[in-house]
């Protein structure tokens, strides 16, 4: 199984930016990001194709994150930018199991996991 390694978390002041990096040990299709707050479920933030053409955005982050991949670099990155205090929260990188042929925009197909990053952010 392919193991997932996130980066570039760190604490930062409303308004600020972050990139989020995720590097992968082996070839992945669909990824995503999701974060979890304290206290609060997992949630879905992005999602983007095996070739990187396809995006999604939660209508929480739309307009102020951007997802994209380096496959030849086989990392995953999220910038976030104009950060809000409710942006706080783990944020993990995730991919969908090998045999997967589905929608990438499908935040439950998402089965294996980084250990996540830590993303602050005061007001």
């Known amino acids: 199984q392919v193991q997932l390694v996130e980066s570039g978390g760190g604490s930062v002041q409303a308004g600020g930016s972050l990139r989020l990096s995720c590097v992968a040990s082996?070839?992945?299709?669909?990824m995503a990001w999701f974060r979890q707050g304290s206290g609060s479920e997992r949630e879905g933030v992005a999602t983007i194709s095996t070739g990187g053409r396809v995006t999604s955005y939660a209508g929480s982050v739309k307009g102020r994150v951007n997802i994209s991949r380096d496959n030849s670099k086989s990392t995953l990155y999220l910038q976030m930018n104009s950060l809000k205090p409710e942006d706080t929260g783990t944020y993990y990188c995730?991919?969908?199991?090998?045999?997967?042929?589905?929608?990438?925009?499908?935040?439950?197909?998402?089965?294996?996991w980084g250990q996540g990053t830590q993303v602050t952010v005061s007001s």
């Open positions: 082996g070839y992945t299709s669909c």
């Open positions: 995730a991919t969908v199991g090998s045999t997967y042929n589905g929608y990438c925009q499908l935040f439950a197909a998402y089965t294996v």
